[in-house]
């Protein structure tokens, strides 16, 4: 990297993803409110209503996917009456309108705008418009980080056109290109650092452009709530409010030492560190992952013992999912590590690597809970995370050291124990 440039960093998020997904193959539904959710219908009931209606028409299987935008808007289901405990997943910008929200639940949603449409999620579609977006990205800027289905960090720095109006030059040409190949619009937030960038890409939604200076900080960040800062949950806001603590701002006018005191040392050090913008992490690109983790914060704080049935069972889903994760992307690791954080926001980390590699999930939940051991639980307990380090690609680790089978028929774990020292948040 080129360290005289300035570090420029892009945060890109498509726009209502999932149902402008939707709205490719059924254009006749734009500019109406529709919701995505609920569980899997197959299209055979709208290409039905839509043979009867034209019974003359050449019905084959092909022509049926191929007059999907010729279903007229009379056929799709509204959501009205709706009863069930579905949940949207996103929601068109007109139906956002009525006050639809992802997230929310399909009944309450049906009494906010009975009329939206409602469909089903359709998650392979939404997966190849993902693969193509990001080729799209990475063929023009080549270090991005997987953000999940709908988002990506790019480190724009050293990519022609990344400087130029801080990024806004680049940032156009992306979300040209993007649009060009697939229809689809995003919104893209550039600024010196993903934490910032991240906020930016909601300024000026949808299909917008926000760019962010170092020297912006104190007109364009700190007027915004708390909540706005990636790693402040509703929780973490609920305690800052509880001190008068309601924008980034009153958080940045907060002492260093306060912060610590109220919400441990690796948090409150980090909300001191985001407050005044300041964030190192770099962009990540997929192709060498260090780790893989699952975490999962709880509704409601659980306490080792007496909800020992409910934990034991998250524990092992997320030993699971791990797996999952390591074996879908083809990687095995033999550092296997847990994360706690306490109802005071502390947080603990404990690992212990393995002489061989693994991505079996019950070989994972067995050294997790071996972890799981060395760690405080008379402690309620918020967050819970299971983590596999020290990768490689799945089949070319090496045999594991001789010396150890000879030296004893059974080797001790070689033990790293962090203690309760620092993490860094917020683990994305
Ligand atoms: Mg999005």
Redesign the pocket.
Known sequence: MNSALTRRIAHL?????YASCELLRYPQLKGLPVVIGGGRRKEDDLLGKLQQAYPDGEWTEDTFTERLDRIPVDFFPRIEGYTGRGVITTATYAARQFGIGSAMGLMKAAKLCPQAILLPVDFERYRYFSRTFKSIITDIAPVMQDRGV??VYIDFTDVPGGQREGGRVLARLIQKSIFEATGLTCSVGVAPNKLIAKMASEFNKPNGISVVHEADLQTLIWPLACRKINGVGPKADEKLKGFGIHTIGDLAARELHWLIENFGKSYGAWLHEAAWGRDDRPVETESEPVSMSRETTFERDLHAVRDREELGAVFTRLCQQVAADLQRKGYEGKTIGIKLRYDNFQAVTRDQTLTEYTADAKHIRQIAGQCLKRVDLSRRIRLLGVRVGSLVKAGTAPAPVASYSEASANPPPQVNDHGQTELLFPLD
């Open positions: 998020d498509m726009d209502a993803f709908d988002e």
